[in-house]
């Protein structure tokens, strides 16, 4: 993005304030004097505060950050809903809602609310009511849609937000000073710049004034997110290619041979030479002892002469 000179903010109108007696004193640096009752804006500290504004919203969307945009009067609607959507930002043009940041819950109820009933719409059954109850639901749905459609997928606090009249938003910049969120915020010389982290002194009552700083800092946004775009898909494709390199070349895994197997013998060199075989050694036969002699057998006792027996069998004395 070319960086916006003095020349071009004054061509848009940026460099006009407020009437002097409607100024506020904190915006005593930025001006650079007063004209015919109308204090005139310096252009050189609007492009300085507006390039480190950019460099600043730049870096959160970079890493992926949310930057809400803020504009709902009448001359800004239509300029900060285009630069939000150009930079696939979320975005508030019609009325922020009380609690919109502070109460994030309920407006996710709401949002809720809001596909049942375009669910109800799609399959149907919403013709199941009667007429009333229909119209009822159409015109709740449409409320919804008018008010919720910028914020539908911020489903946590941005990281920033963006802010065009201080003094007009002074809910939203109550809520995000309350919750720590950085404030970018087109300032004219009727608001307060210490309420923003980054103000841009600027005239934020005329369409082309508001347009020109939107489009600075959309092309930058826009620009941040292609080359994450461009980075995360690179990324992507070299955590596939290493996963199916991964899954093609599978990891060796050496085989240990079983304990019972002997290792396999190194096949032998035809070149080397050729050991002669070795005879065993012969172990000598052990002596044969000789039979030991059987024993003689033992003498046979005398056998003693039978006792005289009398007549009767009995033997005598």
Same mark, same amino acid.
């Given at each position: 993005? !070319?960086? =916006?000179?003095?020349?071009?903010?004054?061509?848009?109108?940026?460099?006009?304030?407020?009437?002097?007696?409607? /100024?506020?004193?904190?915006?005593?640096?930025?001006?650079?004097?007063?004209?015919?009752?109308?204090?005139?804006?310096?252009?050189?500290?609007?492009?300085?505060?507006?390039?480190?504004?950019? $460099?600043?919203?730049?870096?959160?969307?970079?890493?992926?950050?949310?930057?809400?945009?803020?504009?709902?009067?009448?001359?800004?609607?239509?300029?900060?809903?285009?630069? #939000?959507?150009?930079?696939?930002?979320?975005? %508030?043009?019609?009325? /922020? =809602?009380?609690?919109?940041?502070?109460?994030?819950?309920?407006?996710?109820?709401? =949002?809720?609310?809001?596909?049942?009933?375009?669910?109800?719409?799609?399959?149907?059954? =919403? !013709?199941?009511?009667?007429?009333?109850?229909?119209?009822?639901?159409?015109?709740?749905?449409?409320?919804?849609?008018?008010?919720? $459609?910028?914020?539908?997928?911020?489903?946590?606090?941005? $990281?920033?937000?963006?802010?065009?009249?201080?003094?007009?938003?002074?809910?939203?910049? #109550?809520?995000?000073?309350?919750?720590?969120?950085?404030?970018?915020?087109? %300032? *004219?010389?009727?608001?307060?710049?210490?309420?923003?982290?980054?103000?841009?002194?600027?005239?934020? $009552?005329?369409?082309?004034?508001?347009?020109?700083?939107?489009?600075?800092?959309?092309?930058? &946004?826009? &620009?941040?997110?292609?080359?994450?775009?461009?980075?995360? +898909?690179?990324? #992507?494709?070299? +955590?596939?290619?290493?996963?199916?390199?991964?899954?093609?070349?599978?990891?060796?895994?050496?085989?240990?041979?079983?304990?019972?197997?002997?290792?396999?013998?190194?096949?032998?060199?035809?070149?080397?030479?050729?050991?002669?075989?070795?005879?065993?050694?012969?172990?000598?036969?052990?002596?044969?002892?000789?039979?030991?002699?059987?024993?003689? *057998?033992?003498?046979?006792?005398?056998?003693?002469?039978? +006792?005289?027996?009398?007549?009767?069998? +009995?033997?005598?004395?």
């Amino acid at each position: 993005m !070319s960086q =916006l000179g003095v020349k071009e903010l004054l061509e848009a109108g940026v460099h006009f304030g407020h009437q002097t007696r409607r /100024w506020n004193p904190q915006m005593k640096p930025y001006i650079f004097e007063a004209r015919n009752g109308i204090h005139v804006i310096n252009l050189n500290q609007t492009t300085t505060l507006l390039q480190e504004a950019t $460099d600043f919203l730049s870096k959160i969307v970079a890493k992926g950050g949310k930057v809400l945009f803020v504009g709902t009067k009448k001359q800004a609607q239509a300029a900060t809903k285009e630069a #939000a959507t150009a930079c696939g930002q979320p975005y %508030v043009t019609e009325r /922020w =809602l009380g609690g919109m940041m502070t109460n994030l819950k309920t407006i996710k109820k709401s =949002l809720k609310r809001l596909q049942e009933i375009e669910k109800m719409e799609e399959d149907g059954t =919403l !013709s199941d009511y009667g007429k009333k109850e229909q119209s009822m639901l159409r015109r709740e749905a449409s409320r919804m849609h008018r008010n919720l $459609d910028g914020i539908r997928h911020l489903d946590k606090y941005p $990281d920033a937000i963006f802010i065009i009249d201080l003094k007009r938003e002074h809910n939203a910049v #109550a809520e995000a000073r309350k919750l720590n969120i950085p404030i970018v915020a087109m %300032v *004219d010389t009727n608001c307060d710049p210490t309420l923003s982290t980054h103000p841009i002194p600027g005239n934020d $009552d005329s369409i082309r004034s508001i347009r020109v700083i939107l489009t600075a800092i959309q092309e930058k &946004l826009q &620009l941040s997110r292609s080359e994450r775009q461009a980075s995360t +898909a690179e990324s #992507a494709e070299k +955590a596939a290619a290493t996963e199916t390199a991964e899954v093609e070349t599978p990891a060796v895994v050496p085989v240990t041979p079983p304990p019972s197997e002997a290792p396999t013998a190194e096949p032998e060199d035809p070149e080397a030479p050729v050991a002669a075989p070795v005879a065993a050694p012969v172990e000598p036969e052990a002596p044969v002892e000789p039979e030991a002699p059987e024993a003689p *057998d033992a003498p046979e006792a005398p056998v003693a002469p039978e +006792a005289p027996k009398d007549e009767t069998g +009995a033997p005598t004395a």
